[in-house]
């Protein structure tokens, strides 16, 4: 039997045993060699209140896994997603409240987490130490040193972690990636990514007492503890930094992950960040108005433009990406693309849909095969990696001189001091007490 508050019990990140951790990867991967391509996957969703939901919709559609667990700290909504399964498999999933319950049942093969952002990389990590597969929504980690580490957990374990940026899998967009990667519009130049919505005022909120339904504790995980109030559940924590990354972490990372798979670029040399909170009068702390831009060596530059209380986006579009290369230009925006000369006529327009089934059914391909993912943790770490440098570069209002072989923060210690976060002792990651 576990004791849930005690200190022994601290599998978060590298702190299983190592023994432990090979053992139960060993075993899952002779497990999954011996598994026949036919036989379905057990898999469990880890938070499914919302995203959640949705990927257990499309876990469901893919005919390919049975979801025989749900892990939620509220159980309004673990009975909520236990309903909809059960109406939708021939088996209702156990509902657990505790992931590290959830990771000790050895028939388990993957997990989805959908979880808030300071959970992602926790649960991530813990999963791997366990012997599971991980499919991990974006972001990836909630701050680089997360990142990192879970790559680290991925590696050592040999195991499978597909991050949830889900355009990789679109067959329009990676085709449009392709033909930017073969030099459809010459060499790229700029990327300019944006993201408009038209969010309300999340109010100040009120210290309360959580309700009975909702472990408020387990919710807070490694996170250093604080007040429950009563305008952070289950959604609009993202505008606070101690659990999310802002309107940049949370949809920013798809189009900088678009933008980054179509230039080829990865770790920038300088960053440089502006804007404010300027809409609402309200307890947000992340920035509703921002700019951020990435420049790279050899004359390259990405920028992202977030107008979190505005909807009218660019290339009449609320989301997209544009790609300005030396011969032409490419417009990706939510689900196709268009690409255009050099004197602005436009060559062709492919559509496409929105395919998450696509990024899932890749992800159980790699755990069947042993490939990597096209959304590896790499991937992932990399794309997030962007939106971390913007909120730090923000946040000390300063210009960051990055190096370009591994996105690590050069000689600013103010900027340093956000690369990794504090945590809730008890939840501590490997080296830090």
């Known amino acids: 039997m576990h004791d849930l508050n005690s200190k022994r019990d601290r599998r978060l990140f590298l ?4 023994l432990m ?4 990867a060993t075993a899952t991967r002779v497990s999954a060699q011996q598994q026949s391509f036919d036989e379905k996957l057990s898999v469990g969703i880890i938070g499914v209140n919302g995203r959640g939901s949705a990927i257990a919709k499309t876990v469901l559609s893919t005919d390919r896994a049975v979801i025989t667990h749900v892990c939620d700290v509220d159980q309004n909504v673990a009975q909520r997603a236990r309903k909809l399964i059960g109406e939708k498999q021939s088996t209702t999933p156990e509902s657990i409240g505790d992931i590290r319950k959830l990771l000790d049942n050895k028939n388990l093969d993957a997990v989805f987490v959908a979880t808030p952002n300071h959970w992602h990389a926790p649960a991530a990590i813990m999963a791997c130490a366990a012997g599971k597969h991980v499919y991990v929504e974006k972001p990836c980690s ?4 997360e990142g990192e580490w879970t790559i680290e957990a991925a590696r050592s374990n040999e195991r499978v972690v597909q991050t949830g940026t889900q355009r990789r899998s679109w067959s329009a967009l990676m085709d449009g990636a392709r033909k930017l990667q073969d030099g459809a519009i010459g060499e790229i130049l700029y990327a300019r990514c944006w993201y408009n919505n038209r969010r309300s005022n999340i109010g100040n909120g009120t210290v309360t007492q ?13 996170a250093p503890r604080r007040d429950y109030r009563d305008n952070l559940v289950h959604y609009k924590w993202h505008w606070h930094w101690h659990w999310g990354n802002g309107e940049l972490g949370n949809n920013g990372v798809h189009g900088l992950d678009l933008a980054r798979w179509g230039t080829g670029l990865t770790y920038p040399k300088r960053v440089t960040a502006s804007g404010g909170k300027y809409r609402h009068k309200d307890s947000q702390q992340t920035p509703d108005t921002m700019i951020v831009c990435f420049d790279y060596p050899n004359g390259k530059t990405i920028t992202w433009e977030g107008l979190s209380w505005s909807p009218h986006g660019s290339d009449d579009s609320r989301f997209g990406v544009s790609f300005h290369g030396t011969e032409g230009t490419m417009v990706m925006r939510s689900t196709g ?12 327009t492919v559509n496409g849909k929105a395919d998450d089934r696509a990024h899932i059914d890749n992800f159980f391909d790699c755990i069947r095969s042993g490939e990597r993912p096209n959304a590896d943790i790499q991937i992932g770490h990399d794309s997030a990696l962007l939106c971390h440098l913007g ?3 923000y946040r000390v209002q300063s210009e960051l001189e990055i190096d370009p072989e591994n996105g690590h923060i050069i000689g600013n210690e103010d900027a340093n001091a956000y690369w990794q976060r504090e945590y809730e002792p008890g939840w501590e990651p490997l080296g830090v007490e």
Not at 21 to 24: G, R
Not at 142 to 145: M, S, Y
Not at 216 to 221: H, I, K, N, T
Not at 338 to 348: H, I, N
């Open 391 to 393: 909120n730090i570069a």
């Open 21 to 24: 951790a090979a053992s139960a």
């Open 210 to 222: 959580p309700p009975a339904t909702l472990d408020w504790d387990l919710w807070q995980g490694p």
């Open 337 to 348: 693309y268009s690409l255009f000369d050099m004197q602005d006529k436009e060559k062709e």
């Open 15 to 18: 702190k299983a045993g190592a």
């Open 142 to 145: 909630h701050n680089p040193a």
